[in-house]
């Protein structure tokens, strides 16, 4: 076990080093686990792509979970050698049979003009407030860029949109849209935490921007102080990455359904009725859209939106931050989107129940067989007037 007393010297006598180009080769060989062993701060500043960060205290305590196969091969590489040599000397220690360090560490890899990732684009202070991200290897610098650069629309400032829109505004969504032609309502309150008591009576998207601008600077909201019809959801959300959807009534989930699929844009659907709620991602011909999963809307009598119905507050928040954390992965481009399949949540019991969702190959929107169908005609069914006919209610 290498202990303090050893020199430095005495470490690399014991290890295997090897150049930044001899690491480069190998590297781009593939099959090579490679650590990254400094802090936090410098990993920010620039790091090797494909590297995890593991800081020199954690090496050992970590090694089974950054390098779980003590049979591979593993490079590591810090700031000029020296640390990384003490943590492959580590490892070796440990039973790893081909460990390397990577000599003159990222500076020479520098020098030698092989490239890095970094933190280009992020300032001093974002990378202090995006610090518990960059720290994730999933998302790293280049994630929050990212994130940063990703622009969202939200349906509806309410009761999913609120925590969606506070949740994606602190972590740091570039451009946030709302649309929402509604004030704030006393019983707004409830669930809605995006608004407050102050705000009663303020437009809806107004008091939404001005919470997320106290909450985030680098945060561009755009107020779409509107309805979402058919003769503006193209407009709409053409400017926009994804979108998540919070207005809990039928034809505008329809109309959403069919412009998005249109467009190609992904979009993160929930709803939520008394103690239950339920979500799925809708990324268009990748997975099947709302119309593969509801064919027809449900009779008038079972839409929720046709009347005030209750809904425990909490529901809002568990599902709305559901809808955000499907916006963050499909943003940074990580993990697995919920695409095909339907999460049900039951908060009585406590319970989710996923359920597989496939394309129909009837569906008159995204089916092989689909026709382009009139912008006036987005959104419609034939008994769409049946349905809710006063506005829709937002959840
Ligand atoms: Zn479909």
């Not at 659907?269 to 119309?291: D, H, K, M, N, W």
Request: glycine residues 10%; negative net charge.
């Amino acid at each position: 076990m290498a202990t303090a007393a050893n020199t430095i010297e005495q470490v690399k006598e014991r290890i295997e080093e090897v150049t930044p180009e001899q690491a480069r080769e190998e590297i781009e060989r593939g099959d090579v686990v490679l650590l990254d062993t400094r802090e936090l701060t410098e990993w920010n500043e620039s790091h090797l792509e494909g590297a995890t960060l593991v800081p020199p205290i954690e090496v050992t305590d970590r090694a089974d979970e950054v390098a779980p196969d003590s049979g591979r091969r593993v490079l590591i590489y810090c700031a000029s050698g020296n640390r990384s040599a003490r943590a492959a000397d580590e490892l070796q220690a440990l039973g790893y049979e081909s460990v390397a360090s990577v000599a003159g560490g990222i500076k020479a890899w520098e020098a030698a003009g092989l490239p890095v990732i970094g933190a280009e684009g992020l300032t001093p202070e974002q990378r202090m407030r995006y610090s518990r991200h960059t720290l994730l290897p999933e998302v790293g610098v280049e994630g929050q860029a990212k994130l940063l650069a990703s622009k969202v629309l939200l349906l509806g400032a309410g009761g999913l949109g609120s925590p969606s829109a506070l949740y994606l505004a602190a972590a740091g969504i570039g451009t946030i849209g709302i649309v929402d032609d509604d004030l704030v309502d006393e019983s707004n309150l409830q669930r809605q935490v995006i608004h407050d008591t102050t705000r009663v009576g303020a437009p809806k998207t107004e008091s939404a921007r001005q919470t997320i601008e106290r909450l985030n600077p680098d945060v561009d909201v755009i107020e779409h102080r509107t309805r979402l019809g058919s003769e503006n959801v193209l407009e709409l959300l053409e400017p926009y990455d994804m979108i998540v959807d919070g207005a809990d009534n039928f034809p505008t989930r329809y109309l959403l359904n069919d412009a998005s699929v249109r467009l190609r844009k992904p979009v993160v659907s929930a709803s939520i009725l008394g103690f239950e709620g339920q979500v799925s991602t809708f990324v268009p011909y990748e997975g099947p859209c709302y119309r593969c999963l509801y064919p027809t809307p449900p009779p008038p009598e079972l839409a929720p939106s046709c009347g005030a119905a209750g809904v425990l507050g909490v529901m809002a928040g568990v599902m709305g931050l559901l809808q955000a954390n499907e916006v963050i992965k499909l943003a940074a481009e990580i993990g697995e989107p919920l695409v095909g399949r339907l999460l049900l949540y039951d908060s009585l019991g406590t319970r989710f129940t996923e359920l597989k969702v496939r394309r129909d190959p009837e569906c008159p929107i995204c089916g092989p067989d689909a026709e382009e169908i009139p912008e006036s005609e987005l959104g419609k069914f034939p008994d769409y007037e049946a349905f809710c006919a006063g506005r829709p209610v937002a959840a």
